[in-house]
């Protein structure tokens, strides 16, 4: 499927699904992307906790925590990210950054001169480096529990194209 989107140069992001069962780890299923789909795949988020400790995700984009709760993880909470998890979001921040500058102009410079980039000029520079299929966001989360979906589908939102940004074939 990886290669029918590459070929009709369909943009897209992963969703690194079931963070709540046993074996799962998200850090090695991005090595996964990166070595057998695209060194373009980018942590959008990190998880926190591992297996059933999971209980919410790191959004590298905004920099804020969130938290799943309810029965079905339908009560979404943002609380500040863990302290333990502060350096590494920290990293996979700029990661994301230098990613996205290095593929949009606007962002290049800025990048280069240490000048602040905002999460608003972060969040358009990802969708035109995602349409433009330069870029694969990679999102975190249990589906079955519902803890992520909704964010996921907020990226949906925000990076993936309308018809209208696509045109006709």
Known sequence: V?????????????FVNKMDKVGADFYMSLKSIHERLSPNG???QLPIGFENSFSGVVD?????????????GE??????I?????QQAEEYHHKLLEKVAENDEQLTDKYLNAEPIS????????????????????????????????????GVNAYLPSPLDIGEF
Not at 75 to 80: A, T
Request: charged fraction near 25%; include cysteine.
């Open 2 to 14: 990886w290669r029918q989107a590459d070929k009709y140069n369909v943009p897209r992001i992963a």
């Open 42 to 44: 980018v942590a959008i």
């Open 60 to 72: 590298l984009v905004d920099m804020k925590a969130y938290t799943f709760e309810g029965k079905h």
């Open 75 to 80: 009560i979404i909470k943002e609380i500040p």
């Open 82 to 86: 863990p302290e333990d998890m502060q």
């Open 119 to 154: 999460t608003e000029e972060l969040k358009a520079g990802i969708r035109r480096a995602v349409i433009a299929s330069k870029i694969y966001p990679v999102y975190c989360g249990s589906s079955l529990a519902n803890k992520g979906v909704q964010l996921v589908l907020d």
